[in-house]
């Protein structure tokens, strides 16, 4: 026979199993919430970068990290890009 001062009642056990089910439920909801906020503030910024209409866009949008280095050289990438042909159209070379 085990120690009866420490085992759980059959109503604990279900209450904390609804409680893990209820906590898995906002946690999904939070991840979803979370890629709506993102792709709002990138739509945002796309939005903004193309308005003038003159067919220019200089946006390149990354969700990344500063501990992602392959991302962080992407958008290294992408920014050098975005200077080069600001200068080529600059001097009428593209």
């Known amino acids: 026979m085990g120690c009866l001062g420490n085992s759980k ?3 604990q056990r279900n209450e904390e199993k609804a409680q893990r089910e ?4 906002i946690e999904r909801q939070l991840q979803k919430d979370k890629q709506i906020y993102r792709y709002f503030i990138r739509d945002e910024f796309l939005r903004i970068s193309t308005a003038s209409g ?3 866009h200089y ?3 990354h969700f990344t990290c ?19 042909r600001m200068h080529l159209r600059q001097y009428e070379l593209l």
């Open 9 to 11: 009642t059959e109503d």
């Open 22 to 25: 209820a906590n898995k439920k």
């Open 54 to 56: 003159d067919g220019r």
């Open 59 to 61: 946006c390149y949008p």
């Open 66 to 84: 500063a501990v992602d280095t392959e991302n962080i050289r992407r958008v290294f990438s992408d920014c050098r890009d975005i200077i080069q």
